[in-house]
């Protein structure tokens, strides 16, 4: 069974830190208040918010005061600074993976094949990223994507890794996978607009603090993270820390898929680790299917599954799975229950 997944664009939505309001009463009987709105927080931004007070005197004061009320107005410039880590219990989000805001990248038309091991920072690539020699870094960089390559990135090198990227365009949906297909790692990535997210079609993946929203295109088959090894076996794959959805999107598999029943085309999945994802939607949440595999404290958005929460052809190794209520910011508010194993 062949899939792809992908990421729906989404904006991240000003955080609001909660305005005051304020009464008052002086001796002589004046009474009056000061009132200041929420005030929008983003990373790295400078806001300007506006106070109104008003002064008006008692109904039993004798004080004598203009007829017009006077109304007083300062204005205050607040600058915040936030980091990409996700604070301890939270999951990512869009705010908290990807370029950070605000970086000033340097733009490359098309596609970019890379032959030298350096890093490369604050890169915009209007195309796809091939990447032909060993470890290499990309860090703070936007990788659009293009069609003419099987992902957004594509690694067939060694020790390939990625921090703080966004791949995928800004608006619709492409159907190929984000990034693949073996020897990389990527933390605090974020991948957009793309018919399937990460793909292992190899071994020696580590994917940590990152975020996927599979995009709705009516021909794929949607999953998070994918892994496709037809005659052949993958191992060494880890995902732990990240939110990983397919959820919204008219066909999809699940937000991890890897393995497949003894025959499968998917070919086998083993030695490798699923810890403490955010996982929702999906005809299963869950869908491993292989030897030696630890799949452990994951959070599942209760209810957002076709058929249940897990499959897989043995429940060893699976552990502490719940079902979760979550919030807009991926906060988990309640749990539901376990997310058992079938």
Same mark, same amino acid.
């Given at each position: 069974m062949f899939r792809r997944l992908g990421i729906g664009?989404? *904006?991240?939505?000003?955080?609001?830190?909660?305005?005051?309001?304020?009464?008052?009463?002086?001796?002589?009987?004046?009474?009056?208040?000061?009132?200041?709105?929420p005030i929008p927080t983003a990373p790295t931004s400078t806001v300007t918010f506006t106070c109104t007070g008003s002064v008006v005197p008692s109904p039993s004061s004798t004080v004598t005061t203009s007829t017009t009320t006077p109304v007083i107005t300062t204005t205050t410039t607040q600058t915040t600074t936030t980091t990409n880590t996700p604070p301890s219990g939270n999951y990512p989000?869009?705010? &908290?993976?990807?370029?950070?805001?605000? &970086?000033?990248?340097?733009?490359?038309?098309?596609?970019?094949?890379?032959?030298?091991?350096?890093?490369?920072?604050?890169?915009?690539v209007t195309g796809s990223l091939t990447v032909k020699a060993p470890n290499v870094h990309v860090t703070n960089s936007w990788i659009e994507g293009s069609s003419g390559t099987e992902e957004a990135v594509v690694?067939?090198? &060694?020790?390939?890794?990625?921090?703080?990227?966004?791949?995928?365009?800004?608006?619709?949906?492409?159907?190929?996978?984000?990034?693949?297909?073996?020897?990389?790692?990527?933390?605090?990535?974020?991948?957009?607009?793309m018919g399937d997210g990460f793909r292992a079609s190899g071994s020696n993946i580590t994917v940590t603090n990152s975020f996927v929203q599979t995009c709705d295109d009516p021909n794929n088959h949607d999953d998070a993270f994918q892994a496709y090894c037809p005659g052949f076996t993958c191992s060494n794959i880890t995902f732990r820390h990240n939110y990983?959805?397919?959820?919204?999107?008219?066909?999809?598999t699940a937000p991890l898929f890897g393995g497949s029943d003894p025959g499968g085309s998917n070919g086998q999945l083993a030695n490798s680790a699923f810890d403490d994802n955010l996982l929702n939607g999906g005809? *299963?949440?869950?869908?491993?299917?292989?030897?030696?595999?630890?799949?452990?404290n994951n959070k599942i958005v209760d209810g957002h599954w076709t058929y249940a929460p897990i499959d897989a052809d043995?429940?060893?190794g699976f552990s502490g799975n719940t079902r979760v209520i979550v919030d807009a910011s991926?906060?988990?508010?309640?749990?539901?229950?376990?997310?058992?194993c079938a």
């Open positions: 664009v989404l *904006f991240a939505s000003l955080l609001l830190v909660a305005g005051c309001q304020v009464q008052w009463v002086a001796d002589n009987g004046v009474s009056g208040g000061v009132s200041c709105p989000t869009v705010g &908290t993976t990807g370029v950070p805001a605000g &970086t000033s990248l340097t733009e490359h038309a098309g596609d970019l094949v890379i032959t030298t091991s350096e890093t490369y920072d604050k890169l915009h690694n067939n090198s &060694t020790g390939l890794a990625l921090s703080n990227v966004t791949v995928g365009k800004a608006t619709g949906c492409n159907p190929q996978p984000g990034i693949g297909e073996a020897n990389y790692t990527a933390d605090h990535v974020r991948i957009q607009g990983l959805s397919v959820y919204g999107t008219r066909n999809y005809v *299963f949440s869950i869908y491993l299917y292989g030897p030696s595999l630890q799949v452990s043995s429940c060893n991926n906060h988990v508010t309640s749990v539901v229950g376990p997310a058992n």
